[in-house]
C-alpha cells in the first residue's frame, strides 16, 4: 500500500515562509502527477498546485507568485514553497500522487499563519 509522509507545517507570522514535504513510499515515477490542496474550517477541499512527471506546474489564481511547487525524483519527494503567508492560507494541507489505479493522499498537515 502507497504511503505519503508529509512535515514542514506550522505556526508562521504573515508575510513568513514554509516548506511543505511529502516523500512517497514508491517510485515517484509510478505516479503520473503530484499535488497539493488544502482544506480550511468549513471550507471544502481545494487544489493548490499541481506538477505533473514532465515537470509542468499548475497553481490556484490565490497563490500564484507565492507558492512553488517542485519535485526530486532521487528522494521520492514532492516539496511545496510558500513564502508571503497570508491568513487565508490557514488550512490542511494535503498533499497528493495521481496514478492510473486512483489517488493516494498524505495525512495533512497544518499551516497556521496568524500575528
Known amino acids: 500500500q502507497v504511503q505519503l509522509v508529509e512535515s514542514g507545517g506550522g505556526l508562521v507570522q504573515p508575510g513568513g515562509s514554509l516548506k511543505l514535504s511529502c516523500k512517497v513510499s514508491?517510485?515517484?515515477?509510478?505516479?503520473?502527477?503530484m499535488g497539493w490542496y488544502r482544506q480550511a474550517p468549513g471550507k471544502e477541499r481545494e487544489l493548490v498546485a499541481t506538477?505533473?512527471?514532465?515537470?509542468?506546474?499548475n497553481y490556484a489564481d490565490s497563490v500564484k507568485g507565492r507558492f512553488t511547487i517542485s519535485r526530486e525524483n532521487a528522494k521520492n519527494t514532492v516539496y511545496l514553497q510558500m513564502n508571503s503567508l497570508k491568513p487565508e492560507d490557514t488550512a490542511v494541507y494535503y498533499c497528493?500522487?495521481?496514478?492510473?489505479?486512483?489517488?493516494?493522499w498524505g495525512q495533512g498537515t497544518q499551516v497556521t499563519v496568524s500575528s
Open positions: 497528493n500522487f495521481r496514478a492510473t489505479w486512483g489517488n493516494a
Open positions: 514508491e517510485n515517484i515515477f509510478n505516479f503520473n502527477a
Open positions: 506538477i505533473s512527471t514532465g515537470g509542468s506546474t
